[in-house]
């Protein structure tokens, strides 16, 4: 599986690997045809294996920022591909997903908003790292299923509506590992409720963990 590329037999919203006999474009998953999520899109630049995990690791938990931009970097390059190639247009914000105040005190930085403000940097594309607002503390999702995941999450993210811009009506929300879905998803719904009008929401996040190898290290 390593060297396949993210894009190859993945579902579009979600970027589950739906492999390896499947051969379509534009592909949806049976779990985002039953309950699509909102968003569309997701452009994930890497599977969540080795020695992408190792790397991840070392930006996070060791605060490697050089791993941090080689990550942020090749996540620039899928957006940029997926751009070229017509399958999305270019967001007009970008949105780190938030951490809580304990684990953003415990870990030094928010590794979403890293990732984020660089590809702003590299695209030329505003962010906003005040919007939005984690609460209380989740326990690390690594063992739950989708359904304990969401309902763990509901309510937990808070958007300022003083930050919410009426003429922005297009945004990626940035997240470093996606699992689930459910912590986007989460964030997702607190947004659209915030903006109260059209928003077209994508996710990009670097690497995506798969249901054949779902190991992840918070
Ligand atoms: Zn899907």
């Known amino acids: 599986m390593n060297d396949i590329p993210w894009n190859i037999n993945a579902c579009i919203t979600c970027a589950e690997y739906v492999g390896p006999y499947v051969f379509e474009e534009d592909m949806v998953c049976a779990n985002c045809q ?15 294996l080795a020695p992408i995990d ?11 920022l050089a791993a941090g931009r080689l990550l942020t970097g ?7 591909e997926a751009i070229m190639q017509g399958r999305i247009t270019m967001p007009q914000l ?35 790292t005040r919007l939005c607002k984690r609460k209380g503390y989740q326990v ?29 009506n297009h945004i990626a929300i940035i997240d470093d590992v996606m699992t689930t879905g459910a912590t986007t ?10 903006w109260n009008g059209p928003l077209e929401i994508q996710v990009w996040c670097i690497a995506r963990t798969q ?8």
């Not at 190792?54 to 490697?64: D, V």
């Not at 090749?74 to 940029?80: F, G, I």
């Not at 998803?185 to 915030?194: I, N, R």
Request: aromatic share 6%.
């Open 140 to 168: 690390p999702q690594q063992s739950q299923t989708r359904w304990q995941r969401q309902s763990s999450l509901r309510g937990v993210f808070q958007v300022k509506k003083s930050e919410v811009n009426r003429g922005t």
């Open 211 to 218: 249901s054949f190898n779902t190991k992840l290290d918070w």
């Open 74 to 80: 090749c996540l620039c390059q899928a957006v940029m």
């Open 34 to 48: 039953q309950k699509p999520p909102l968003c569309k899109t997701t452009i994930c630049a890497l599977n969540y």
């Open 94 to 128: 970008l949105i780190p997903v938030p951490l809580n105040s304990l684990r953003l005190r415990k870990r030094g930085f928010n590794q979403a908003q890293f990732i984020a403000k660089g590809l702003s940097h590299l695209l030329n594309v505003n962010v906003n």
């Open 54 to 64: 190792g790397l991840m690791n070392k930006f996070k938990h060791e605060r490697n």
């Open 185 to 194: 998803q989460a964030l997702s719904q607190s947004l659209v409720k915030a």
